[in-house]
């Protein structure tokens, strides 16, 4: 039955869409079997998109959870679409981020708005959180810089931030635009985030670990963990 049940979720384009194969929400008939007809869980997928068009930026995102890492990322900040690409590859999600903004000024305007967005999706996402895993702890090392990313998606904004970069540019990039992008995703995603930089010498090489580090731990807080039933809190509600 088993089986039956896995050729016809092929069949409804559902494989490969959810953690583990696994699929969870209204239901589907699968029909296994003549004269039986077997109802599995099925969840929608985990993903978001928005447009955000103000005076200063016009941004379109999208954002898939349960990804396999492939970004498409056209911005006018470079610098910052290789962090996300780092981002998204290492968190196994999936990416597509156009955006354009007022850079004859400077980035600020550009990486705060991708920065809102990302949060946006990220919530719309996960939905009622229902499963997943909800804390995570990584660090990811980069050459001679060590950077950790703390996480919790507990629907409580809180960003803490400790990072002293030896330069304040990597090419164009100002380095106090990494606060800003991180602190305004985890206030729209409504996830508490805690972001350390242990040491470093080279700035590029920190900032990365911070990326890599972020994807990463955003992968483990929101994977689904069979044994979670509702949600992993003790109100009952995320």
């Given at each position: 039955m088993a ?16 953690p583990?194969?696994?699929?969870n ?11 039986l007809s ?9 993903v ?10 016009d941004i379109?995102?999208?954002f ?28 196994q999600?999936?990416l ?7 850079v ?12 809102i967005?990302?949060g ?7 939905g ?5 895993k909800?804390?995570?702890s ?10 950790q990313v703390?996480?919790?998606?507990s629907?409580?904004p ?8 030896p ?12 606060h ?16 350390i930089?242990h ?5 590029h090489?920190m900032?990365?670990?911070?990326f890599k580090?972020l994807?990463r731990?955003?992968d483990e ?5 069979p044994?979670?039933?509702?949600v ?6 995320l």
């Open positions: 089986e039956q049940v896995d050729k016809n979720a092929k069949q409804a384009g559902l494989e490969g869409r959810y583990g194969g696994s699929v929400a209204d239901a589907v008939d699968t029909g296994a079997g003549e004269g077997v109802t599995e869980p099925v969840s929608r997928a985990r978001s998109s928005v447009a955000r068009k103000t005076n200063e930026t379109e995102l999208s898939g959870v349960d990804g396999t890492g492939v970004s498409e990322l056209e911005t006018d900040v470079p610098f910052l679409n290789h962090m996300l690409d780092l981002f998204a590859k290492h968190g999600f999936d597509k981020v156009q955006a354009r903004g007022d004859d000024i400077d980035d600020h305007h550009t990486v705060e708005d991708i920065g967005c990302l946006q999706t990220l919530r719309e996402a996960l009622d959180k229902k499963g997943i909800r804390y995570a990584v660090f990811i090392p980069m050459d001679e810089a060590l950077a703390i996480i919790d998606v629907n409580r809180h960003f803490e931030y400790r990072a002293e970069y330069s304040q540019q990597v090419g164009s990039f100002t380095t106090e635009l990494v800003e992008f991180l602190w305004k995703f985890a206030l729209e995603a409504r996830i508490t985030l805690h972001v930089v040491y470093g010498r080279n700035t090489h900032v990365e670990a911070v580090a994807g731990a955003l807080a929101t994977s689904i963990d044994r979670v039933k509702g992993p809190s003790t109100k009952g509600v």
